[in-house]
C-alpha cells in the first residue's frame, strides 16, 4: 500500500472540497478540483465549472501564475490528455513547468486518459491513487456510465417506522421530515434524472424539479420520467410543465398496444415517448428503461418510487445501486396502508436480495438509512477492479 504524508492527504482533501462545488453543474463531465503547492503555500485552486468551461487544473495554473514553476500539483482525477473543448491538461502543466502531480483516480474515458503516461515521459514525477476511495466515490456516476453505458441509480424512499408509505386513505404528505425532503432536493440537484411511476404522478402531482434550498440558481433542471403503461395520465400534471426546465418523457408499454394517438399529442407538445418491453409479471422494464437512458447519455438518475416500481426495481429486476430510506418515528398501521416495496413478494428468505449498509444517521427527527443492495455498482470490488484496470498501485 502506498504511503502518503499527512499533508498530501490534506491537500488532496482540499481538491475533493473544490470539486464537489461542480456538484449538478458539470454532467456529463466529472467533478474535478485541483491545488497547486508549493513548500507549505498554496498558490492556486480552482474547479471545473460545467461543460466547455476550463479544467481545474488549468484554472489553478492560472491563478498561480509563473509561481507554479518547480510545484507540485494535487487533483482528484488523472489530468486529461486530448482535445475537447479545452486543451490537454497534461500540456498546461507541461508548459508551467510543475515538478510533481499528485491525482487521485485514473480516467477510465479513453480519449481522455492518458495523462499520467505522458506527463511521467516528459519527465514530470506522477502518482495516482491518493485518496482513492474518496475520488473513486466522489465521480460514481460519471465512472458508471463510462464502463458500463447505464446511469447509476440512487432510490429514495420514506415510510413511518411500521414500513408504511401512505395512510389506508392514501395521504403521505408528509411522512417525511423538512430536513429529509431538504436532503432529497440536494440529490436531485445533482442526477441527469427523476423517475416516478403513473400513481405517484396521479396522487402527488409532483413537479419533480429540483429546488435546493439556501444555494445558487440552478443551471438545469434533471429529465422528469414517469412509467405510464396504458398513457392515462392527462397532460395538465406538473409534469409536463416545460416552464419547470427539463424535457418530460414517458414510457409506455410496448406490449399493450399504446395509443398512437395519445403518443403523438404528447409528442406534438415537446415530451418525449419510449415504448418499453414488460417483464413477465406484466411490470414496465425498469432495466431497459436504464439501458435506453444510459444510450441518451443520462449517468444518474434518481427514483422516488412507490411500492409498484420500488418492488420492479429492488426484487423483479435489481438495478438500484445506493438507496437512502427515511424512516419517520411514527406509526400509521393498517393492512390496507401501503407499505415501501410492492409486488408479489418473496416466497423463501433465501431469496432475498441483502443489501449493505453503509450509514445511519438522522435527517431532521427521521432515521436516515444509507444502503448499497448487492450487486449495486460502487462496492469494494467495483473499487479495486477500476484502479486495477488502470495499474494504479493502492
Not at 408528509?174 to 396522487?203: L, M, Q, Y
Request: aromatic share 6%; net charge positive; proline share 6%.
Amino acid at each position: 500500500m502506498t504511503d502518503w504524508t499527512k499533508a498530501q492527504m490534506e491537500y488532496m482533501k482540499s481538491a475533493l472540497r473544490q470539486a464537489r462545488r461542480g456538484w449538478g453543474l458539470v454532467s456529463p463531465n466529472p467533478m474535478v478540483g485541483a491545488l497547486v503547492v508549493k513548500g507549505k503555500k498554496v498558490l492556486g485552486q480552482g474547479w471545473h465549472t460545467g461543460p466547455g468551461q476550463p479544467h481545474a487544473e488549468v484554472v489553478a495554473l492560472s491563478e498561480a501564475g509563473s509561481k507554479a514553476k518547480g510545484a507540485d500539483l494535487y487533483v482528484n482525477l488523472e489530468p486529461c490528455n486530448h482535445y475537447g473543448h479545452t486543451g490537454p491538461c497534461s500540456e498546461a502543466i507541461l508548459r508551467a513547468g510543475i515538478d510533481r502531480v499528485f491525482y487521485g483516480a485514473p480516467d477510465p474515458n479513453g480519449p481522455a486518459s492518458g495523462g499520467a503516461k505522458a506527463l511521467a515521459e516528459a519527465g514530470v514525477e506522477v502518482r495516482g491513487g491518493l485518496l482513492a476511495w474518496e475520488c473513486f466515490d466522489l465521480n460514481i456516476f460519471f465512472f458508471k456510465w463510462i464502463l458500463t453505458k447505464t446511469p447509476f441509480v440512487i432510490m429514495k424512499t420514506a415510510a413511518s417506522l411500521d414500513g408504511k408509505t401512505a395512510t389506508s386513505t392514501g395521504q403521505s404528505q408528509w411522512i417525511s421530515s423538512k430536513a429529509a425532503r431538504n436532503f432529497g432536493h440536494h440529490i436531485r440537484a445533482g442526477v441527469d434524472a427523476i423517475i416516478i411511476g403513473r400513481n405517484t404522478a396521479e396522487k402527488d402531482d409532483p413537479e419533480l424539479s429540483a429546488r435546493p434550498w439556501g444555494r445558487r440558481k440552478m443551471h438545469r433542471q434533471p429529465w422528469r420520467v414517469v412509467l405510464d403503461p396504458a398513457l392515462k395520465l392527462p397532460p395538465k400534471r406538473k409534469i409536463f410543465d416545460q416552464a419547470l426546465g427539463g424535457p418530460t418523457v414517458v414510457v409506455c408499454a410496448r406490449a399493450k398496444g399504446a395509443d398512437e394517438a395519445k403518443i403523438s399529442k404528447l409528442k406534438s407538445l415537446g415530451h418525449q415517448v419510449l415504448e418499453a418491453p414488460l417483464t413477465p409479471t406484466g411490470l414496465l422494464s425498469i432495466r431497459w428503461v436504464l439501458e435506453e437512458l444510459g444510450r441518451q447519455g443520462l449517468q444518474s438518475v434518481l427514483l422516488e418510487p412507490g411500492a409498484t416500481l420500488a418492488a420492479s426495481a429492488l426484487i423483479e429486476e435489481p438495478v438500484v445501486d445506493l438507496a437512502h430510506i427515511f424512516l419517520a418515528p411514527e406509526f400509521i398501521g393498517g393492512v390496507k396502508a401501503p407499505g415501501l416495496v410492492g409486488g408479489l413478494g418473496l416466497a423463501e428468505l433465501d431469496q432475498a436480495r441483502p443489501a449493505e449498509v453503509l450509514k445511519l444517521g438522522r435527517k431532521g427527527a427521521d432515521l436516515h438509512i444509507t444502503v448499497r443492495p448487492q450487486g449495486g455498482f460502487g462496492g469494494q470490488a467495483d473499487f479495486e477492479s477500476f484502479y486495477q484496470t488502470a495499474s494504479v498501485t493502492l
